[in-house]
């Protein structure tokens, strides 16, 4: 087990396998959402051609019965990342 301070009073705790787990010195405990996920669903309705490809692409190895649509599926993923990502941005600053 290892703990590190941070300037916020808290103790970072980091257990095997990369987990790390925060506590917090002071009373009041403040939740931190991640806003992620909430903007990449945002994003999905500008993907959604992207999208299309990929079901697409899903519908014929399903009747094929044999293939890979990885890439249609990164495709899609970077779309929504791109997306993202200058939200995502301004939240850090």
């Known amino acids: 087990r290892l703990t590190a301070s941070t300037p916020s009073s808290s103790v970072v705790v980091l257990r095997r396998g990369g987990a790390a787990e925060e506590t ?3 009373d009041a405990e403040e939740e931190v959402v991640c806003p992620l996920p909430k903007m990449k669903k945002a994003c999905e309705p500008k993907c959604a051609s992207t999208f299309t490809h990929y079901l697409a692409c899903v519908d014929r ?3 094929k019965g ?3 649509c990885e890439p249609y599926y990164f495709d899609y993923l970077k779309c929504i990342d791109k997306c993202a990502m200058p939200h995502i941005m301004e939240k850090l600053k």
Do not use: E, F
Request: hydrophobic share 35%; proline share 0%; charged share 35%.
């Open 66 to 68: 044999s293939g890979d």
């Open 24 to 26: 917090m010195d002071d």
């Open 61 to 63: 190895i399903t009747a």
